[in-house]
């Protein structure tokens, strides 16, 4: 079983959602994010123990070699990777970069519309614009601070 499945397995078995995973570029160090969108204030560090501890067993049983094994919440700027997240967070501030360029542009930031029919709408200043979800590299919630 590769290291992905693993994790989503062993997450989403005790009851969270896996965000994102980041290894470090000799994958020494492997960076999980999770959350619990059913709970009212977050991910706490009881959570972030009990999936360590979890996961830290699984890895020991898998044979899989790390150094470090760090659990997160994934923050007010959390990253948006799934189609059901372009959805969840819709009304909410995002930036949005793209593979490759829209209209001459590959940077956006604007209110996140949803998804639909494999594309993104965002909000812009003057205008709304439609992107396509696979074209989609990197997106992360902007917080807002009224």
């Known amino acids: 079983m590769d290291l992905n499945t693993l994790l989503e397995t ?20 492997i960076r999980v994010f999770i959350d619990a969108p059913g709970k009212e204030n977050g991910i706490d560090v009881e ?6 501890n979890q996961l830290t067993r699984v890895f020991e049983v898998e044979n899989i070699d790390f150094d470090r094994l760090e659990i997160s919440s994934p923050g007010m700027d959390r ?10 967070f819709a009304g909410q501030d995002i930036q949005i970069k793209l593979r490759i360029p829209h209209n001459g542009r590959r940077n956006f930031q604007g209110e996140l519309l949803g998804h639909k029919d ?7 200043e003057k205008d709304e614009v439609e992107l396509e979800f696979t074209n989609i590299e990197k997106a992360r919630l902007v917080p807002r601070f009224d």
């Open 47 to 52: 959570d972030c123990a009990k999936v360590s």
């Open 10 to 29: 062993t997450v989403v078995g005790l009851g969270y959602e896996l965000v994102d995973v980041e290894l470090s570029p000799r994958g020494r160090t």
């Open 118 to 124: 494999g594309k993104v709408g965002l909000r812009l």
């Open 79 to 88: 990253v948006v990777k799934k189609a059901a997240d372009f959805e969840r």
